[in-house]
């Protein structure tokens, strides 16, 4: 963890948006939550103190205590007496938190490193996911993945429907999570999908046109409905490529190995 700032200004407070008086704890949770995760305060920084937030949100110390609590609890921050309240290191926070996933569900602006950070895991899951559910997709796993794939189509040439395209994608990407009848990976694909939403909705904002990306997903639907696991991996692989260029993520040039499982003999 970074070394300590000195305690946190007043100003940082001033930027956050009021929570709903009838949301209660939850309400100012997630307005705190929202703020760390976007990188209002980076790791290491002193957290606003609870009499200065009391006086910000004009909330009880009730109020405010049980959503440090909250926040506490994800990981996010770190209460110490004598110390204060520090925002804790990104590694520290605890991404698969059902709490967690329901804060990154409305995220707008996601830390850098968050954005990071889930790219790293896509990478490392997604194409062997994509190799299982070439191997093992049903015929219902492909309707789902074409309709999502069909969505994406249809709404990818109209900027007024870019959030339809998002919920497309993402449901292409669930549907191949699904095709792969690996209870593990489903249940993970589910735990991060708040922040794959907001890696997606992030590259498209950024790519001038989604044709080169709808191209690279058909290839990968082409692969699982050919039962081509690793043409399934590479196209996965490729369309991660894509949205790395898109992010400004520097991959390293990454190729993941086959899995052994998949190995021939």
């Known amino acids: ?33 929202h703020a760390i995760l976007s990188g209002h305060w980076a790791s290491g920084d002193t957290f606003p103190r609870e009499l200065d937030l009391c006086q910000h949100f004009a909330a009880s110390r009730n109020r405010i205590r049980n959503a440090l609590g909250a926040l506490s609890a994800s990981g996010l921050i770190e209460r110490t007496a004598g110390r204060g309240t520090v925002v804790r290191d990104i590694a520290e926070w605890h991404l698969l938190d059902p709490q967690m996933s329901e804060w990154m569900a409305g995220l707008e602006s996601p830390h850098p490193q968050l954005v990071r950070e889930v790219f790293a895991f896509r990478l490392s899951a997604e194409p062997f996911v994509a190799e299982l559910a070439a191997l093992a997709a049903t015929a219902q796993d492909l309707a789902r993945i074409e309709t999502a794939f069909d969505g994406m189509c249809e709404s990818a040439d109209d900027p007024s429907r870019r959030e339809e395209h998002t919920e497309h994608d993402v449901a292409f990407h669930d549907a191949i999570y699904r095709a792969s009848h690996n209870l593990v990976w489903r249940q993970m694909g589910l735990l991060l999908r708040p922040s794959i939403v907001a890696l997606i909705q992030r590259s498209h904002h950024q790519a001038d046109s989604l044709d080169d990306s709808l191209a690279r997903h058909r290839r990968v639907l082409e692969a699982i409905r050919l039962r081509q696991p690793d043409a399934a991996r590479k196209a996965t692989e490729q369309v991660l490529a894509r949205t790395a260029a898109d992010l400004g993520v520097n991959s390293g040039g990454r190729r993941l190995r086959r899995p052994a499982a998949f190995s021939d003999g």
């Open 1 to 33: 963890m970074t070394a300590l700032s000195s305690h946190a200004k007043p100003s940082q407070l001033s930027q956050l948006p009021q929570p709903a008086e009838a949301g209660g704890a939850n309400a100012l949770a997630t307005v705190l939550a």
